[in-house]
């Protein structure tokens, strides 16, 4: 009678026992792992944005493109730990290293991109950072912004965070200031009435 595939000692052993090194297993996330942090510090804030369809395939894509990459010809739940493991370790050491360099910090993360100052748009910085005015009107749109008359600022983060700036309250906010206004002054009319019925 065969030996069930569960119970065979080289099926166990390609579970657990890696068939790489693991010098080799914390070297391929370590050079991954830089190759990307440096290649989206290169390919700019708009990636990471992902301002349409095409951003979010690519970040999805990347995933899968580097995987075999990071574990080899390994399929080793060992090999898997350690791999992740390593990726781990290497990105505390260099967040616990940029938060004690700030000088350094912001050189690999980059500087906020200004793309609307006072109202206006700054079309040279939508070109450096290859945002349209379509992708930026949409980006407002998401944040409730009807127009652009109603931004002061938008800056583009190195994360690729939008920070958008008011340049005046907005139709929602003036009505509920306009509704507490009017509150206020019925409640005044009431505490008005009382005093006249406590003096009667």
Known sequence: MPTPWFWASDHWSQVFWPSLSVAEKI???VIVYTFLVI????????ELAQLNPFDFVVLISLSNTVQNAIIGDDLSVTGGLIGALALLSVNY???????GHRRLDQLVQGNPTVLI????IIRSALAKELVTEA?????LHRQSFTSLDEVQR????????F????????????????VMQQLDQLSRQIEALKEQLRAT
């Open 135 to 139: 992708e930026l009107m949409t980006v």
């Open 117 to 120: 100052d006072k109202g206006k």
């Open 39 to 46: 290649s989206l510090r290169i390919f700019g804030k708009r």
């Open 163 to 178: 920070a958008i700036e008011g340049k005046q309250p907005r139709a929602a906010e003036r009505h509920h200031h306009e």
């Open 93 to 99: 050491l260099v967040v616990r290293f940029l938060f």
């Open 154 to 161: 938008c800056v583009l983060e190195p994360g690729g965070v």
């Open 27 to 29: 070297l391929r996330p």
